[in-house]
Structure formats: C-alpha cells, structure tokens
C-alpha cells in the first residue's frame, strides 16, 4: 500500500502540486493521467522519496518513506522512469543482461557478489518481456522499445511488492504496450503508472487519479473519471466515449481556435 497524505510541491516559487492525495492499493494498478506539465512525474518522484514534499506525507506499508534508506525503499518500490532521466543507467555500457541483474542490487549485502539466485530471478525478468534473445546485446545497441523492456525486466528482477512506472509505453509499438500493461498488470505488485494514453488507462487501470494544474480534479474508478465532463476541460479537447467490443475507448477531437 502506498499512502500519500497532502502533498505540496513547489521548484522554487512555482508550486507544482498542492493537497494530494493518494492511495495505491495492493496489487491493484492506479493510473496518473493528466495534461503536460500537470505534476504526473512529480508526484511519482514523490511517492518513491527521489523528491521530500514540502508539506504532507508518503507512506509505504504504514511507513513514512522520509524514514526509509535508500536499500529500505529500493526493496519495497521499484521504479521504471524514462529513459532519458538521470538514473535509468542506459548511457552505461552493460550489456541487456548485466543491467538486468543490477535489479538485484538492493538484494545484496555490502560487498555481496552476484549469486545464482540473482541470475535465475533476472532471466526469469527478462524472459517475461520478451528479452533473452538480447541478453548478450550491449544496451547502448538495442531499439528504445526494447530498451523500455528491459527496464522493466530490471524492475521485475528487484523483487519489490510496489512498482512505479513513468509513461511506460513511451517507444513501446501497440503489441507490446498491450503485452507491457498486461505483464503489469499481472504481477500481483501495486502498480503506480504514468499513462498518457486514456484507452490504455481505462483498459488497464484498477482506478485513476487525473491532475490538473498540480490538483487532483477527479479520482475512482476509470469508468467514472474519464467522462467528458471531466476530461473536456482539463485537456481542452472534445472528449466522446466509444465502445468497441465492451471495452471503453476515447476519441478526442481538437476545439477551433478561440477567435
Ligand atoms: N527541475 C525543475 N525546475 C523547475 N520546474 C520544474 C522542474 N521539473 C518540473 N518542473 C515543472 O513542474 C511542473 C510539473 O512537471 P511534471 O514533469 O511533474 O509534469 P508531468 O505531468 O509529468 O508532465 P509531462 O506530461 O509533460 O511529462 C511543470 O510545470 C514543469 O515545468
């Protein structure tokens, strides 16, 4: 469970999110959705103590994250951020399957090598995302769909009960964003996602939380949020609900200019 009390964020004077809360149910997949520059990252940032809020609270298990180490947390919260992020380690120059294993590292004691466990649980990784055909590849050389993968495929290999994933199907080609959320959402771990696809939030997503401006707008199940009423003015779009084989998919259409 990861519990988010009235969190306030400002860079500087610009106050980038304001009273939010969160909850992250266990083993259930909560989606945040919203305009650029709404706070999504930010509030991911948060909820995984790479960022202190400058009011309220993060808890992971009960746990005040503020309270947590570094190796503490890298246990419980894995986190899949974009690749061009600081920290996502492809600029290093492993191969897929060294980088995969370097999921284990909050496994390891001090000066712990690399046991067979660790090698058994991060094949296991990346054969779930399609990846051992380019466990010997160098990460440098691999597609940035693949390399999306496999940065899954590290997530999975940390073993943690919550995963945080930025705009994981960034690069992704449509079967593997399908394969990507499916596997997510399949692990049984609580999922924190970054979606800007709204079709994929609804299909995926056990509930959603749609910022806005730094606020949460609206927040529930997926069925009830990604309504026109709410996604009209947020997004500034023409919003229609379309159901295509009982599942809910949205078609946007963009307003005329405003004379
Ligand atoms: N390092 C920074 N310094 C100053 N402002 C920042 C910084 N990082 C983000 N911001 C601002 O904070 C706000 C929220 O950014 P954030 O990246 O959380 O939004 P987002 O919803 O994830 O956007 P996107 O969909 O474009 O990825 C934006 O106005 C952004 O310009």
Same mark, same amino acid.
């Given at each position: 469970?990861?519990?988010?009390?009235?969190?306030?964020?400002?860079?500087?004077?610009?106050?980038?999110?304001?009273?939010?809360?969160?909850?992250?149910?266990?083993?259930?997949?909560?989606?945040?959705?919203?305009?650029?520059?709404?706070?999504?990252?930010?509030? +991911? @940032?948060?909820?995984? *103590?790479?960022?202190?809020?400058? %009011?309220?609270? /993060? =808890? $992971?298990? &009960?746990?005040?994250?503020?309270?947590?180490?570094?190796?503490?947390?890298?246990?419980?919260?894995?986190?899949?951020?974009?690749?061009?992020?600081?920290?996502?380690?492809?600029?290093?120059?492993?191969?897929?399957?060294?980088?995969?294993?370097?999921?284990?590292?909050?496994?390891?004691?001090?000066?712990?090598?690399?046991?067979?466990?660790?090698?058994?649980?991060?094949?296991?990784? +990346? @054969?779930?995302?399609? *990846?051992?055909?380019?466990?010997? %590849?160098?990460? /440098? =050389? $691999?597609? &940035?769909?693949?390399?999306?993968?496999?940065?899954?495929?590290?997530?999975?290999?940390?073993?943690?009960?919550?995963?945080?994933?930025?705009?994981?199907?960034?690069?992704?080609?449509?079967?593997?964003?399908?394969?990507?959320?499916?596997?997510?959402?399949?692990?049984?771990?609580?999922?924190?996602?970054?979606?800007?696809?709204?079709?994929?939030?609804?299909?995926?997503?056990?509930?959603?939380?749609?910022?806005?401006?730094?606020?949460?707008?609206?927040?529930?199940?997926?069925?009830?949020?990604?309504?026109?009423?709410?996604?009209?003015?947020?997004?500034?779009?023409?919003?229609?609900?379309?159901?295509?084989?009982?599942?809910?998919?949205?078609?946007?259409?963009?307003?005329?200019?405003?004379?």
């Amino acid at each position: 469970m990861i519990r988010a009390r009235g969190l306030e964020f400002a860079h500087g004077r610009h106050a980038v999110l304001r009273g939010v809360d969160v909850d992250a149910a266990d083993g259930r997949v909560l989606g945040l959705l919203g305009p650029n520059g709404s706070g999504k990252t930010t509030l +991911l @940032r948060l909820l995984h *103590g790479a960022l202190r809020p400058r %009011r309220g609270t /993060v =808890e $992971v298990d &009960g746990q005040d994250v503020a309270g947590l180490s570094a190796h503490e947390l890298a246990r419980r919260v894995a986190v899949v951020v974009q690749e061009t992020d600081h920290g996502s380690g492809t600029d290093l120059p492993l191969t897929v399957a060294e980088s995969v294993l370097l999921g284990r590292t909050p496994h390891r004691g001090r000066f712990g090598g690399t046991t067979a466990q660790d090698v058994r649980v991060a094949e296991a990784a +990346l @054969r779930r995302v399609g *990846g051992l055909p380019l466990a010997g %590849r160098r990460l /440098v =050389e $691999v597609s &940035g769909g693949e390399r999306q993968r496999i940065l899954i495929a590290r997530a999975l290999a940390q073993s943690a009960q919550h995963l945080l994933l930025d705009e994981p199907t960034n690069h992704l080609d449509v079967r593997y964003q399908h394969e990507v959320l499916s596997l997510v959402r399949s692990l049984g771990t609580t999922v924190v996602v970054v979606l800007h696809d709204l079709s994929l939030a609804a299909a995926y997503c056990d509930e959603v939380v749609l910022l806005h401006d730094g606020v949460v707008r609206a927040a529930g199940d997926p069925a009830e949020v990604l309504v026109p009423a709410l996604l009209e003015p947020v997004f500034e779009v023409d919003v229609r609900r379309l159901d295509h084989h009982g599942e809910l998919h949205l078609a946007f259409r963009p307003r005329p200019p405003r004379g």
